[in-house]
């Protein structure tokens, strides 16, 4: 059973602070990965893809790999209450697949 | 990205019955996915839409439950079908929409909530 892990949370932070989410995935062969924001209420949106160990960045966001620990995190950074969501980490299997972990709750305090 | 639309966006179905999900997307795809979000889950893949043949279900998933049609690069529906209770989710369809430089990036519709009664 392939697997994608993540800590449910919630993880609290005050506003401005950074916010770390992780995520750790057990099919060794996963080339692709994703991080995507779930209001309640709505339908997923991506945030972040990655490909390749090391890190990438996009505005407040960094999304960092390494495939030989099989973890991928998501760095927020100067968190705003409006990042308060649930935060999915994806892992695309063959076939182009998406197993999805259960989601990680942040809370960013104002 | 991609424009997707989903129609019901909710429904309140007796037990038994059957529901038609309509995904529309605004533009030619190849590559569509249904996905179920049971109350505080996370999102379980049913099966993958493929136009021109039939569709491919994951384990735990059958036809005859979640019948699916693609008729072209831009439509799918799925049919949840004799319903219980345990129906209750919000159903998803989904779009491959390949970045320039990026593989297999997906993109959700808004989403459908069904409630079984």
């Known amino acids: ?110 | 990205s991609a424009v997707i639309s989903q129609k019901p966006s909710r429904d309140i179905c007796q037990r038994g019955t059957s529901l038609t999900i309509q995904c529309q997307v605004d533009s030619q795809v190849t590559m569509m996915f249904w996905y179920r979000q049971q109350p505080g889950q996370s999102l379980t893949l049913i099966a993958t839409a493929n136009q021109g043949s039939e569709a491919t279900y994951e384990s735990g998933f059958v036809i005859d439950k979640f019948p699916i049609s693609r008729p072209n690069l831009t439509f799918s529906t799925l049919t949840v079908s004799n319903m219980s209770p345990e129906d209750s989710s919000i159903y998803l369809c989904s779009v491959e929409r390949p970045l320039a430089g990026e593989t297999d990036t997906q993109y959700f519709g808004p989403g459908t909530r069904l409630t079984v009664l």
């Open chain 1, 1 to 110: 059973q392939k697997e994608v892990e993540q800590n449910s949370g919630p993880l609290s932070v005050p506003e401005g602070a950074i916010a770390s989410l992780n995520c750790t995935y057990s099919d060794r062969v996963s080339q692709s990965f994703f991080w995507y924001r779930q209001y309640s209420g709505k339908s997923p949106e991506l945030i972040m893809s990655i490909y390749s160990n090391g890190d990438k960045e996009d505005g407040r966001f960094t999304a960092q790999l390494n495939k030989a620990s099989q973890y991928v995190s998501l760095l927020i950074r100067d968190s705003q209450p409006s990042d308060s969501a649930t935060y999915l980490c994806a892992v695309n299997e063959y076939g182009n697949k998406l197993v999805f972990g259960a989601g990680t709750i942040l809370r960013v305090k104002s």
